[in-house]
C-alpha cells in the first residue's frame, strides 16, 4: 500500500502498530469479527438520551453517529442519509462488528481507545482502503467514576464534508454521556448498600455485596475469608450463570466448606448478593 506524503506523528504511529499487529488494508475489514454486544449496558442507557438529541442536531445532514463499547465493538449506529448508511453496510459497518486497530487499523473507534484521547481521521490517513472515504471524529467515553474508559463516540461522514466543528460537537456530547454514567453510578451504588444492609437485618451471618467498582462485607465475612477467597467470591459473584439467583458449594482457604446463597440485585447491572452458611 502506497503512503500519503506525508502523516501526522500520530497517525504514522498508528499505522506502525496496524503493520506490526499483521492488519491487512486491502481486506482487513472482511476478516473483521461479529461479536454480541450488550444493547442494555449501562453505556448504552446513559448515551442513548444524548445519542438521541445528536440525531436531532444531524438530521438532514449526511454524517452519522457510532457508538462503540470499551473494546471497540460497535454498539449502535445511527444514520440519517441512506446513502452514506448504505456505504457504512458495504464495508460492514454495523453493530458487533469489531473495529479495535488490531482489527480495523487506524480509525475513529479503535485509534481513540489505543491512545486515549480525541482523535480525527481524515479520509487517507485510515490504514484500511475501505475507509478511505471517510472522515471520522473519535473520542473514548471514560467512566467519572473508575477513570477506566467506557466506550467512544465517533461522528463519521464522507471525506468532502469534514467540518473541524465537529470534533467540539463531538466532545460536549462525550461529557454528557459521562454525567449520566456518574447519575447512573451512584444510584447503583445506593441499590447495592440498600441490599446490603437488608440481608444484614434479615439474618446473621457472612454477606458480601459485589459491583462492577463496589465490594461491601460485613464483620462475620471479614473474620472467616482470606485474601484468595476475596477472589474466588468475586469471580462467581460478576461471571456467574445468567440467572435471578443460584447455589453453589465451595471449598474456603482455610480448608471449611460452605453454601453460597447468591442473589442478583436489579437496577445494578451485575450486582450480586452473597449469603455464606
Known amino acids: 500500500m502506497r503512503e500519503p506524503m506525508s502523516l501526522r506523528a500520530e497517525i504514522e504511529l498508528s499505522w506502525r502498530r496496524a503493520r506490526l499487529g499483521g492488519v491487512e488494508p486491502d481486506n482487513a475489514l472482511e476478516r473483521a469479527a461479529f461479536r454480541a454486544v450488550d444493547r442494555s449496558s449501562r453505556l448504552v442507557v446513559a448515551a442513548r438520551p444524548v445519542l438521541d438529541e ?107 464534508d469534514a467540518n473541524p466543528m465537529l470534533a467540539p460537537f463531538l466532545v460536549r456530547a462525550v461529557r454528557d454521556i459521562e454525567r449520566r454514567l456518574l447519575e447512573g453510578a451512584r444510584l447503583s451504588e445506593r441499590r447495592l448498600l440498600n441490599a446490603f444492609q437488608t440481608a444484614m437485618r434479615e439474618r446473621p451471618g457472612p454477606v458480601l455485596v459485589f459491583g462492577a467498582d463496589v465490594v461491601l462485607m460485613n464483620q462475620a465475612a471479614t473474620d472467616l475469608l482470606d485474601a484468595a477467597d476475596h477472589g474466588v467470591l468475586r469471580a462467581l459473584a460478576l461471571d456467574g450463570p445468567d440467572r435471578e439467583s443460584w447455589t453453589r458449594r465451595l471449598s474456603l482457604g482455610s480448608g471449611a466448606g460452605v453454601r453460597v446463597l447468591a442473589e442478583r440485585i436489579p437496577g445494578t447491572g451485575d450486582g450480586t448478593l452473597l449469603r455464606l452458611e
Request: glycine fraction near 14%.
Open 54 to 160: 445528536m440525531a436531532d442536531q444531524l438530521r438532514g445532514t449526511r454524517f452519522c453517529t457510532i457508538l462503540g463499547d470499551s473494546s471497540a465493538n460497535i454498539v449502535d449506529r445511527w444514520c440519517d442519509d441512506t446513502a452514506v448508511e448504505h456505504a457504512l453496510d458495504r464495508i460492514g459497518a454495523l453493530p458487533g462488528r469489531y473495529f479495535a486497530e488490531e482489527s480495523a487499523g487506524t480509525n475513529g473507534l479503535g485509534t481513540p481507545l489505543e491512545v486515549g484521547r480525541g482523535m480525527v481521521v481524515h479520509g487517507g490517513e485510515h490504514y484500511v482502503e475501505a475507509l478511505k472515504a471517510f472522515s471520522c471524529y473519535g473520542h473514548p467515553i471514560y467512566h467519572p467514576v473508575t477513570r477506566r474508559i467506557a466506550g467512544v463516540l465517533d461522528i463519521t461522514g464522507i471525506t468532502r
